[in-house]
């Protein structure tokens, strides 16, 4: 069945430091692949998104790849602050058809030492 | 512009209890879906609904049921409450399925069943 796998299940790391989390999904018809940031007690927050037709996409410290053939989609955070200390989930979903439900990972603990 | 709310915040239930959480999606969305995330897991989808219908549906029992308005906004039954059932309900709302649907989650419902 659909499924996505993420690793690592918890992160720590330097502030200033580079923390990469890494996906994998197995349905070949996904085309979407957002990132949420989740905070202690808080709604999933969207930080960046990608599509199947691009490889790379950035925003600030933050930036997103993938590799459809391999299926394989990662997150990096550069320059971590301890703000970004929360679970980020990735997921893999279809946009554009009839419906786009979402696929989530287990998610990454990230901890940023100060 | 409100984002995506969602109603009660908290709510305790026993078992063989009936429960209905609600939850009205982002100006100018149409599309809401329902996702169960189970403490330190990631959103499990359950259903999503557009144009007043179920358009898809996850690995949940017919005791999950649903309903869009033709406001938009949507409610999530819950009949024969288990245990098991307790979670974060968490309703996400999108612009039009043809278009980039990027989902934006409301800050959920959090169940406990007793």
């Known amino acids: 069945g659909e499924n996505v796998e993420q690793h690592p299940s918890t992160l720590s790391v330097q502030e200033g430091d580079s923390a990469v989390i890494k996906c994998t999904y197995s349905d070949s018809a996904s085309n979407y692949f957002p990132w949420y940031k989740q905070e202690l007690g808080k709604r999933p927050q969207l930080i960046i998104d990608i599509r199947s037709n691009v490889g790379e996409k950035k925003d600030q410290r933050i930036a997103v790849t993938l590799n459809k053939t391999a299926k394989h989609f990662s997150l990096h955070i550069t320059e971590t602050q301890p703000e970004d200390s929360a679970v980020y989930f990735c997921a893999a979903g279809t946009s554009g058809g009839a419906t786009n439900k979402l696929i989530f990972g287990t998610g990454t603990l990230l901890a940023v030492q100060p | 512009d409100a984002g995506v709310t969602q109603s009660p915040t908290h709510l305790i239930k026993t078992r063989g209890q009936q429960v209905t959480l609600r939850c009205s999606p982002k100006s100018g969305h149409d599309t809401v879906s329902w996702y169960q995330q189970a403490l330190g897991q990631g959103p499990q989808f359950i259903f999503q609904y557009y144009e007043e219908e179920e358009r898809q549906r996850g690995n949940f029992p017919d005791r999950f049921s649903g309903h869009q308005f033709p406001n938009y906004s949507s409610e999530l039954n819950v009949n024969a409450l288990l245990l098991g059932d307790s979670a974060l309900y968490l309703c996400?709302?999108?612009?039009?399925?043809?278009?980039?649907?990027?989902?934006?989650f409301g800050p959920g419902t959090r169940l406990l069943v007793l």
């Open positions: 996400a709302s999108s612009s039009p399925v043809w278009s980039r649907g990027t989902q934006y």
